[in-house]
Each structure stands twice: as C-alpha cells, then as structure tokens.
C-alpha cells in the first residue's frame, strides 16, 4: 500500500473513531441510554471505572482520535526530512491507543462482566490504527501530496 493511500485510510478510520468516542461520551454526559443491542453498554458506561479523574474515558478516547486524525491530515504538508518524526508520533500515540484499548477490554471482560459494542468497535479501530502506524513508520519514502508526485 502507497503511503498517501496508507495516511488516508488511517485518517478515515481516526474520524470513524472519533464519531464513536464522541458520541459515547455525548451519550455518558447527557447520562443517557446507550443504543446498544444487549445492556452491555450502559453497565459499562455506569462502571466507576468508565471514568478516570472524573472525566468519562471515552472524552480520552475522542481526544485520541481527533489527536489521530489531525496528525495524519497534516503529515502531507511536512516536509519530507521531518516526515519521519510525524510516523514516530502516529506510532507512539498509535501504540498507546492499542494498550488503553487492551486495558479497556480487560476491564469489560475480567471486572465489569460486561461487552459494550461500541467499545468493541474502539478496540478494532484502535487496533487497526496500531498495525497501520506500524506499517506507515516502516516505510521508507516520504508521503508527498498526489499533485506533486
């Protein structure tokens, strides 16, 4: 896969992302009802442990993801011996998106005895954007813009 179409895909699933995260944490600040086709997501989002220092964790996680999204929007209009850096910060914050995702999880699973669906679609996502910022700091040529290639 190129490394403009790489940037993109990971860019759309960054605002796929953010839409979810964003609406879960709209859903847990209005202490409504989680659309959700078991309980799951509302004994997930009731749990103690769906906040962490009073905000709800899925503020986190629309930060994450807006955090994503911009990092690869930009990255097309850094120049290309600085490109590098950009891959480095999507990775990092990619990998640490995937470990609070495995985290999450476990807590669902082992804690809350409980699957919100909504959180399993995070954790694809998050998973996905792991594994493509691996991809996407692997590469070796610099991410130009199509009108300049």
């Given at each position: 896969m190129s490394a403009v179409r790489l940037n993109r895909v990971m860019f759309a699933l960054a605002v796929v992302g953010l839409v979810i995260a964003?609406?879960?944490?709209?859903?847990?600040?209005?202490?409504a009802n989680i659309p959700c086709t078991n309980a799951g997501c509302d004994q997930v989002a009731q749990h103690p442990t769906s906040r962490l220092f009073g905000i709800p964790v899925a503020a986190y996680g629309t930060l994450f993801y807006l955090s994503f999204a911009l990092l690869c929007a930009i990255r097309p209009s850094v120049p290309a011996e600085r490109q590098k850096?950009?891959?480095?910060?999507?990775?990092?914050?990619?990998?640490?998106?995937?470990?609070?995702?495995?985290?999450?999880?476990y807590l669902e699973l082992f804690v809350i005895h409980a699957i919100c669906q909504w959180c399993v679609a995070s954790a694809i996502i998050a998973t996905a954007l792991f594994v493509l910022s691996m991809l996407a700091w692997r590469q070796p040529q610099a991410l130009t813009i199509p009108s300049e290639a």
């Open positions: 964003g609406m879960l944490w709209y859903w847990h600040a209005q202490n850096w950009v891959a480095h910060l999507l990775l990092l914050w990619g990998t640490t998106g995937f470990l609070v995702s495995v985290y999450l999880t």
